[in-house]
């Protein structure tokens, strides 16, 4: 708790409540700050479009999610457990890899409108997909679909076919059967997700600083950067990190509240589809269908990022080539990559660590409370989720600035800082697998003379160790990808792989951004298979 406090508490609410570091004898935080700000309507557009923006994209997202929740609901297939891997696969990947990935399968000069150019005949591309509202949907819908699918596909398998065949007996069609039995019980999952997918909307950054085409797209998150950044208007960023804050703050509360009224129920038997579809079913057909166009929106744009890794333009025409990796791996005297490389992984694996140790502590504040306090904890534990990023890391660089610039090297901070944000998923990991073990086993180890070592290593280590080791590997993939804070604090000395595509994609470098992408890829895919088949592994000795 010492560390949660001192970590993430004072550098930020320190910030946040202090002087304005330009002009130490005001204080920023006043209501008449407040008051002016929200006065400006230029400001109340961009609060009501980034609520707006959020809104869609839930909405979207559940909309994309839902088929596929109840494909996997009621159907067996061929590689099914790959399919599910591979539609989670887009949530796992870092921002910076989404935005890449948009530009070069839905941009002006991607592969769905080179097709269409082709296709038709013309010159320039006929649609315009990105640097718009759509864009930003576009995009958070392929990073939240599957987060939507599987809430809900969760809720959705567990409901009992005993209400479904009690409906039948009575005379009730599917469609009834549907939106009086069916629907009522999985509103619970959908509330969850669309919360949930709201609020990583609303906080959104990359996807919005760089499909959003303006400043007529800008956002809450984007406005703290600008003002923080560039304009050093650290009396509108803090203003407007509060409201963000507070806005979080209700969402989680939400959620806290709403995850204690799931149903549970046992789940009925699957369909084997190819048998439905040799029977000629249309809704069989239909889950074919969606399981293609599934497949092709969330690996047609990382497809597209590992082709355009191997291509170069040379001489008025595109050649395909191995130029890009040589470069990336060759040990000239400017090569930005290895030195990204080194610093992405140790920034990882010691965030990961630190937030490990840090979990541990908080993790048995929460577990076993109940009531209030338990909710206290939780939300005290989830804070760091519920402000802006942005602010986070503008905090963190003058608390560096002012005091730890002479003394504490630059990348140690980013590792704490990669910690404290990455702990609140550490937790959420850990906490339920925690709360299975029966309380009376500690007493009873008392009972027997076992120390708190031996009962934590002979049980709570076998009980715990498949969920400690994904919690440090999804820790570590996080931290791979965050580049929120990390612009707003690093230099040179610290590259980081996110930073390196994202310095790539500014400057049109898109090969030279993909090809450091797919590096980007690989340890992200690498560590998902790693916890992927640590639940096999371990399961298999529980």
Known sequence: MILLGAGFYFPVLNFLSGSNPLHPEDNFLQWSFFKEFLSDPWNLGVILFSLYQAFLSAVLSILFGFPGAWLLTHYNFPGKHWFRLLTYLPFILPSILVVLAM????????????????LLGTDEPPVHFLYSLSGILIAHVFYNFPLAMKIIADQWENISLKYLQAARSLGAGNTRRFFGITFPL??????????LIFLLCMNSFAIILVLGGGIRYTTIEVLIYQLARIELDFSGAASLAFLQGGLSLIGMAILLRGRDRRVEQKSGIKIWLPEKLRERSSQAWFALFWIAVVLIFALGPLTAIVVDSFRKFENGEWIYTVEWYSRLFSWRENNQFLPSLWNSLRIGFGSALLSSLCGLGLVSLIAYRK??????WEMLTLFPLALSTVVFGVAWFHFYQRHLTETVPLIFVVIAMHALLTCPYWIRVVLPTLETIPTQWHSESKMLGKNPFEYGFRILWPWLRKTLLIAFFFSFSLSLGELNSTMMIADHTVRTLPLEIYGAISGYRFSYASAVAVILLLLSVTTFLVVERSLGYFGTLK
């Open 371 to 376: 009531g209030t306090l338990r909710r206290f």
């Open 103 to 118: 530009v070069l399968f839905f941009g002006n000069n991607g592969w769905i409108n080179r097709a269409l150019m082709s």
């Open 186 to 195: 999985l509103l619970p999952s959908i509330g969850s997700a669309f919360v």
